[in-house]
């Protein structure tokens, strides 16, 4: 069975600083990776994903994830936070075969501050 | 092109009473995903399904809860009877058939509150 664990559910940092969230994942098969990014009282839209192409994958608003097969992890960062950027980030998996259903962690809560 | 569209947003209901909730996917997509998300928790998959067909229900609960997504119009999740613990956002996702399959597009989600 799949699963996803995200490390933190609050994480702050100052404007400016390194955005690191954190994803590790746990599947028997390749994964497809995804964050999403969920702002108050919204739906989800999708930053960025993995599916075995390039293991550095860029999304949008200046977001980058590295998929680290070895420490099963997909952590999710940002050179310089933006006050823009406080919102709930969830990360997922998939895979092909598995009723392509979305996997989620719990979500992280990351503040942005002045 | 429109995205994924939900309706109600958000949705009242007394315990007892039922619930419906609907999803339009984006044009082109056949594949309709609902997931549930609870207060400080993600979103649990629910149901899969695709035109006329339950793919796979297995995060759904035994009772009370349907899903379909007939040949013509919007797929519907109804809950029978609500509960308190029924209240949750409810959110819709599509995706397209074959190539692109994994990109789940989600709607704005519905709040359902049971007084």
Sequence with gaps: AQSVTQLGSHVSVSEGALVLLRCNYSSSVPPYLFWYVQYPNQGLQLLLKYTSAATLVKGINGFEAEFKKSETSFHLTKPSAHMSDAAEYFCAVSYQGGSEKLVFGKGTKLTVNP | ?115
Aim: charged share 25%; net charge positive; glycine share 10%.
């Design chain 2, 1 to 115: 092109n429109a995205g994924v569209m939900q309706n109600p947003r958000h949705l009242v209901r007394r315990r007892g009473q039922e619930a419906r909730l609907r999803c339009s996917p984006m044009k082109g997509h056949s594949h309709v995903y609902w997931y549930r998300q609870l207060p400080e928790e993600g979103l649990k998959f629910m149901v899969y399904l695709q035109k006329e067909n339950i793919i796979d229900e297995s995060g759904m609960p035994k009772e009370r809860f349907s899903a379909e997504f007939p040949k013509e119009g919007p797929s519907i999740l109804r809950i029978q009877q609500v509960v308190r613990g029924d209240s949750a956002a409810y959110f819709c996702a599509s995706s397209p058939s074959g190539t692109g399959w994994y990109e789940q597009y989600f709607g704005p989600g519905t709040r359902l509150t049971v007084t």
